[in-house]
């Protein structure tokens, strides 16, 4: 194997070139080609701004990196819908305090969408239910696994995710420290769901602020993420599935470890391609902002250069840490290191699948080894084609 003067064989001098840091965090996509209507203006320290005629963007305080949220607001009349809330923690309970008394006006909240799972979209809608009474909304997947996730939090990890970690390569030195991690991150920032919803499913219609609007399901982030299209204005709420600048997180996770949320993931992205028109795009994250049929192709293009690194990076074989290199180009610890093991497990899992690498197990780890021709022109066919991973035509919900 020829080595380069860095003692690197090519394929992983190669790999490294084309390396991206890739989580939900602070996983950078180039935004070239976007406009941004509001220029660098957002909705900081409790500020609001009309986005259309009774549709108002507001930002809610989160404790990571990834330091806010937007979530959206619409008049109806007597009462408000919100769409996602923030994280249930003190920081998160002022901020809707000082916008109750600030914006709101005296009327309440009377309805909560929550586009996913993730403790920053729905972590205080229990307690906007308790405050004003209101009622949510969300697909059935995401409120499922939510209350699965809530009550299955525990100050002890479970031998599953331990056995998880193990044999996806992570040094059996670090077990003592990761079983003194806890395993309720997820209960500490989401407040008790309301013990009922109203479910929602792909080309649903909803109206909120006077307006029709349309449910776009999107896959891979999470399990039923609901994206809003609005059928009477050219406006699209996008969650966490588009996003500016970031690409949100793909993870591979200890209770599914065999899924393949990247065949989703592009599969979703390259459908949202056919969304009419040329909408406004209100991201969860980021400014609001026109050019989605430029960010998707983006996103999936960032996805393809990762998949296309991991397979010269895989000519040795490879256990999924080992592949960390080939997709980050940081040195991870902590969450981050958690995510980027989900995520470097998605692009394997999706290779595996196209039977461009195959895996071996040894009875502690599992590793990888390339096999065949990788060419990025056909995967998101290929990865569409695999089984249950298809949705129907975007043409089918208009």
């Known amino acids: 194997m020829t080595k380069s003067k860095t003692g690197m064989s090519r394929s992983e001098a190669k790999a490294i070139e084309h390396a991206?840091?890739?989580?939900?965090r602070d996983g950078v996509v180039e935004d070239d080609g976007l406009m941004y209507p509001y220029g660098d203006l957002v909705p900081t320290d409790g500020a609001v701004i009309k986005v259309a005629e009774g549709v108002y963007w507001a930002r809610m305080p989160l404790p990571w990196s990834l330091d806010h949220i937007n979530i959206y607001l619409f008049e109806e009349g007597g009462?408000?819908?919100?769409?996602?809330?923030?994280?249930?923690?003190?920081?998160?309970?002022?901020?809707?305090?000082?916008?109750?008394?600030?914006f709101l006006g005296g009327k309440p909240i009377s309805r909560v969408?929550?586009?996913?799972?993730?403790?920053d979209h729905i972590g205080l809608a229990g307690w906007l239910a308790e405050r004003f009474g209101a009622t949510l909304t969300m697909t059935a997947l995401e409120y499922m696994t939510a209350s699965n996730l809530w009550m299955g939090g525990t100050k002890e990890v479970p031998e599953h995710e331990i056995d998880f970690m193990l044999?996806?390569?992570?040094?059996?030195?670090f077990e003592p420290m990761m079983r003194s991690a806890r395993f309720d991150n997820y209960r500490r920032g989401v407040h008790q769901l309301p013990p009922h919803f109203t479910r929602i499913e792909d080309g649903s219609e909803l109206m909120l602020g006077g307006r029709r609007w349309r449910?776009?399901?999107?896959?891979?982030?999470?399990?039923?993420?609901?994206?809003?299209s609005c059928l009477d204005e050219p406006l699209f709420i996008s969650g966490d599935q588009v996003l500016p600048n970031i690409t949100s997180n793909v993870s591979v996770h200890a209770r599914e470890p065999h899924s393949n949320p990247l065949a989703h993931w592009i599969t979703?992205?390259?459908?949202?391609?056919?969304?009419?028109?040329d909408p406004l795009v209100l991201p969860s994250h980021g400014r609001v902002f026109k050019g989605l049929d430029?960010?998707?192709t983006a996103l999936v293009g960032s996805h393809l250069g990762k998949?296309?690194?991991?397979h010269d990076w895989c000519a040795d074989v490879r256990t999924p840490v080992e592949t960390f290199p080939a997709l980050f180009r940081r040195k991870l610890t902590g969450m981050d290191f958690y995510m980027a093991l989900g995520e470097a497990l998605a692009h394997l899992h999706l290779l595996e699948a196209l039977s461009l690498v195959t895996r071996s197990f040894d009875g502690d780890v599992y590793r990888f080894e390339a096999t065949g021709t990788f060419d990025a022109s056909v995967v998101a066919d290929q990865a569409k084609a695999l089984p249950g991973v298809a949705l129907r035509d975007i043409a089918g919900i208009y």
Request: aromatic letters at 2%; one cysteine or more.
């Open 20 to 24: 991206t840091v890739a989580d939900h």
């Open 79 to 102: 009462s408000w819908t919100v769409v996602d809330t923030g994280s249930m923690g003190k920081r998160g309970i002022a901020a809707w305090e000082s916008l109750e008394a600030d």
């Open 113 to 119: 969408i929550g586009t996913h799972l993730h403790p």
């Open 167 to 173: 044999k996806s390569g992570v040094d059996r030195q």
């Open 215 to 228: 449910v776009v399901i999107g896959r891979g982030h999470s399990p039923e993420h609901a994206c809003l």
């Open 268 to 277: 979703s992205l390259e459908r949202m391609k056919h969304i009419p028109g």
């Open 294 to 296: 430029t960010r998707l």
């Open 307 to 310: 998949l296309k690194s991991l």
